[in-house]
């Protein structure tokens, strides 16, 4: 049971907020969800088709920066929200911010604007670990280090977390922001490193691992990360940052080789190409504070997630074909040349 039953999430069409979605309803049978999504390339309905018949969910399309939309779509009858919408991948904000700050800061802060407006007692930022910036090869971020991002995409994101935190301060809002690390899992779209190289490899095409590969995320299963943002929203103390991670650090090329091997292929598939500008070095979250203050611990052992998570991507060759685009081609074209 929760105490939040009516939740206008957004951005579900995506990666982590369909599976967010799927998770929220299988585990609390009293929360209803409303998902107001843009459906950019990123956002795919099919995501959710397993529960689209579903009377607890419903769906409006719609741009969280754009306030009429917003304002017509979240009223009172919800007790949160739960922000997910976002453009996501740093290559892209590389080649072209300005989507970023649209919608991660001015989307952000127009949601906010709408909420605040409303009884909504609970506002969840789903932010990301890449607003600490770059560790070296020690240390880990707490949730007091200071934001550094090295991205414009990890820009727009502290941009946003700091105007979340002013409305908690300035207006009361019943905010509270989560910083997760890297995840993986279903339904993520395959520009991102697992899905690209796990589709990649199942059609025999390179897979191109940037600078040395030797740069480090720390990985964590998708549901992980639900089951975390769940408990945030129910257990968390407002006007809190909570870090959320795995504790699996990897290397992209330690990576590289575990889907390989998943899939049964050899490293002539690997192709190292030119490293991506302002690459980050390591991230490594310290999550004590979620495990202690939520109640919050990972369930997901890396191994059998990583394998089961490669299965998927082998079963539904439907899904990722259809949304490996003309327009993705062409992008990994002009950034990195023919493969
Ligand atoms: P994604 O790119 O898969 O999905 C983003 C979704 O947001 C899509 O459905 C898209 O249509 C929607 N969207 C984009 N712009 C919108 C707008 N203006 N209005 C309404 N909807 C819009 O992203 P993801 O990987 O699922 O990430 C979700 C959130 O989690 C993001 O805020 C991201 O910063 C954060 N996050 C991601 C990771 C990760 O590893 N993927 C890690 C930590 C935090
Ligand atoms: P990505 O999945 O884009 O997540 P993020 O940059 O937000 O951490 O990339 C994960 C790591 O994999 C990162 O160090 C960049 C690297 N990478 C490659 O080496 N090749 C690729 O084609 C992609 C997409 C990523």
Redesign the pocket.
């Known amino acids: 049971m929760s105490s939040y039953k009516r939740l206008f999430v957004t951005g579900g069409c995506g990666f982590i907020g369909s599976n967010f979605i799927r998770y929220a309803l299988a585990n609390r049978s009293d929360v209803h969800v409303l998902n107001f999504d843009k459906l950019t390339y990123a956002g795919n309905a099919e995501n959710l088709a397993d529960i689209e018949s579903d009377e607890r969910y419903s769906f409006v399309r719609g741009d969280i920066a754009d306030r009429k939309a917003v304002s017509d779509a979240l009223s009172d009858d919800f007790d949160a929200v739960i922000n997910f919408a976002a453009e996501t991948?740093?290559?892209r904000s590389i080649l072209d911010a300005g989507e970023f700050i649209t919608t991660n800061v001015l989307g952000t802060q127009v949601l906010l604007e709408v909420a605040r407006q409303t009884s909504v007692s609970r506002y969840v930022q789903i932010s990301t670990d890449?607003v600490y910036g770059s560790l070296g090869s020690t240390g880990y971020f707490t949730e007091k280090t200071p934001l550094a991002p090295n991205s414009p995409y990890s820009a727009s994101k502290a941009a946003a977390d700091l105007i979340v935190r002013s409305y908690h301060h300035t207006f009361g809002l019943g905010v509270v922001i989560t910083r997760c690390s890297?995840n993986f899992g279903p339904y993520q779209f395959p520009?991102?490193?697992?899905p690209?190289f796990v589709t990649n490899a199942l059609a025999d095409e390179k897979l191109?691992?940037?600078g040395d590969?030797l740069?480090v995320?720390d990985w964590i299963y998708v549901d992980d990360h639900s089951s975390a943002i769940l408990a945030a929203l129910e257990r968390g103390t407002v006007g809190e940052v909570y870090n959320i991670g795995g504790g699996n650090e990897r290397s992209?090329v330690e990576i590289t080789r575990a889907i390989l091997a998943a899939l049964g292929k050899d490293g002539s598939l690997i192709h190292f190409v030119k490293d991506?500008p302002g690459?980050d070095r390591r991230?490594a979250i310290d999550s004590q504070k979620a495990r202690r203050d939520l109640g919050w611990k990972p369930l997901h052992s890396f191994g059998d997630a990583l394998e089961a998570t490669v299965r998927w991507y082998v079963d539904n060759p439907t899904w990722w074909q259809r949304v490996k685009s003309g327009e993705y081609r062409d992008y990994y074209q002009k950034q990195y040349g023919s493969r």
């Not at 520009?191 to 697992?194: A, F, R, S, Y």
């Open positions: 991948h740093v290559d890449e890297n520009e991102k490193l697992i690209l191109p691992l940037y590969g740069n995320r992209n991506r690459h991230y």
